[in-house]
């Protein structure tokens, strides 16, 4: 039993570094397509202040009314200093935007990606007229892209009890990236469009996870060895607004981090699916 354990950890390793090989090749091959991390990080740096603005006057309104009362009428957000309230507000909303975001980039990164592998002529905008010419379903997925794992449970419930790991672990491993070549290529419904995205990648949902936790180290690493919040937080003209400038930039760099490595990654995970096609045609 542990044999095996070792055995197939092993072999999801293997193949998840010859996903990784074969991307950095398209990447090398067509670096043109390394404009898309580039451009999200671009409009998430530009949007990102802009977006939670508003989003902070309306969380500023919602947070001071009597929905946040308690039963000796003191209001909580009174008994909270202010950096918090804002930092809740923001932190929930930016968590999601982030992520609906990210979702069109790597929907354009992984069509560039699957284009240059099947040798179609792809400039750098390629991606991009892709998502454009089916914007509204994309748009529906990007939305729903943080529900992915519940919605993948469902999709496959009608599979057996006994494989119940391979659907925990394919719903773990689902991504936009993965889920990019169905959405631009069907019509089908969302549960559809999931299945036949976690049927396609198969047994190489093993292979996917390793991705998409290697990817995860490198978002974390990125924000261990972040110094930016460090540095604005102690060189901010206003000693009473700094710690909340030093938070709000530790959240804009960390969402400016996973997004830039969620998009690249996407190469990887593309590559896997172009992979896994390819050997089921055969």
Do not use: C
């Not at 631009?184 to 292979?207: C, F, H, P, Y």
């Amino acid at each position: 039993m542990i044999k095996k354990l070792i055995s197939g950890l092993l072999s999801a390793l293997w193949g998840a570094w010859r996903a990784v090989v074969n991307g950095m090749k398209v990447v090398r091959a067509h670096p043109h397509i390394l404009i898309y991390p580039y451009l999200a990080a671009l409009f998430i740096l530009l949007t990102y202040p802009i977006v939670n603005g508003l989003v902070f006057r309306v969380w500023s309104e919602v947070a001071h009314s009597s929905v946040f009362t308690t039963v000796n009428d003191t209001t909580m957000v009174e008994a909270a200093p202010r950096f918090l309230r804002i930092l809740l507000g923001l932190v929930a909303f930016s968590v999601f935007y982030t992520i609906f975001v990210t979702a069109y980039f790597t929907s354009a990164m992984a069509a560039s990606t699957l284009a240059n592998l099947d040798n179609k002529p792809t400039p750098w905008y390629y991606g991009f007229t892709a998502i454009g010419h089916h914007f509204s379903r994309v748009t529906k997925f990007a939305l729903l892209a943080i529900f992915f794992f519940p919605l993948s449970i469902i999709a496959q419930r009608s599979r057996p009890a006994k494989e119940l790991p391979s659907v925990i672990g394919s719903s773990l491993s689902l991504s936009m990236a993965q889920m990019a070549p169905a959405i631009l290529s069907t019509n089908k419904g969302i549960m559809a469009t999931i299945r036949q995205s976690v049927d396609t990648l198969g047994s190489a949902w093993k292979e996917n996870l390793v991705i998409k936790i290697g990817l995860w180290v490198v978002i974390l690493a990125l924000l261990l060895i972040g110094f930016l919040p460090q540095f604005v937080e102690q060189h901010w003209i206003d000693a009473d607004t700094a710690q909340l400038v030093g938070a709000l930039s530790a959240i804009l760099f960390s969402f400016t981090a996973y997004v830039v490595t969620k998009v690249i990654g996407s190469v990887f995970t593309a590559t896997l699916y172009h992979q896994v096609g390819r050997q089921k045609k055969r």
